[in-house]
């Protein structure tokens, strides 16, 4: 089943200044979207703003998952209908262990699957394949972990939930060559089933992944969008191109 996330005209503030203006947006089911710009840009309030962060105020405009409004839903509401966020910094939670918590929110959001049994072996599995040992489920959430732990976490989860839609804020930023291969090869896989929102600073996630869409964001407005030729000329040009090209 085709899923999209819709958003339109969106304009978000943050304490009373705007910081975006007017996106337009739409990812699909299999499309992965890559969303770049310079740091104030505006990336991580899209981000957050999606997914219903209470501290970013929709001022106007219409953010819809398979046709339906959800930009006045709270963020599990969100969660629970296919939307997923993985954050570049997560936070951590002092003694709630990894298996606690991916079991909690695996029956959340498939609660027809009673069987545990089955849930901790497909756990099992996904952080073995992720470099992560047995071991790791027993600690705390996120805390003491390194960069490229809790990453693996975050990527874990998205093999775990399969959402509709992903976004995924700056995952990619701090990771090692192993670690950014294996969030390209989820990322990869999971594009058959779901969309992708990527937003990054970096080119080298470029080396494992082939966007369909490439859109450039500057002053909390979308300037720029096409295929691999946008990061060709920002290579080239760096984002002055684009921000000559809107001015």
């Keep these: 089943m085709t899923s999209e996330l819709g958003i339109n005209g969106l304009n978000v ?14 990812v699909k ?8 710009g ?10 957050n703003t999606i997914l219903g962060s209470p ?11 398979d046709g339906g409004e959800i930009s006045g839903l709270k963020p599990d509401e969100r969660a629970r ?12 939670i002092s003694g ?25 072996v497909k756990v099992s599995k996904v952080i073995s394949k992720l470099g992560l040992s047995e071991e790791f489920l027993k600690r705390s959430l996120n805390e003491g972990f390194s960069g490229g732990e809790k990453k693996r976490l975050e990527i874990a989860q998205l093999i775990l939930f399969r959402p509709k839609i992903a976004i995924l804020d700056e995952v990619d930023s701090g990771l090692d060559m192993d670690s950014l291969r294996i969030l390209g090869d989820a990322i990869n896989s999971l594009k058959k089933e779901s969309g992708v929102l990527l937003v990054t600073h970096y080119e080298r996630i470029f080396d494992y992944i082939k966007p369909d869409f490439i859109h450039v964001l500057m002053d909390g407005k ?9 990061l060709q000329n920002i290579k080239e040009k760096t984002y002055s191109f684009y ?3 809107a001015a």
């Design 222 to 230: 979308i300037v720029g969008s096409g295929g691999m030729e946008v």
């Design 13 to 26: 503030s943050v304490n009373g200044n705007l910081i975006l203006k007017g996106i337009n947006l739409a």
């Design 29 to 36: 089911t299999g499309e992965l979207h890559i969303v770049m």
């Design 55 to 65: 501290k970013f105020k929709v001022e106007s405009g219409s953010i819809k998952l």
């Design 81 to 92: 209908l296919g939307l997923f966020l993985a954050f570049q910094e997560p936070v951590s």
């Design 38 to 47: 310079p740091n104030g840009s505006g990336k991580s309030t899209l981000s």
């Design 96 to 120: 709630v262990n990894v298996l606690s918590f991916l079991r909690t929110a695996y029956t959340k959001l498939n609660p027809s699957d009673k069987n545990i049994d089955d849930l901790k």
């Design 243 to 245: 921000k000559n090209e």
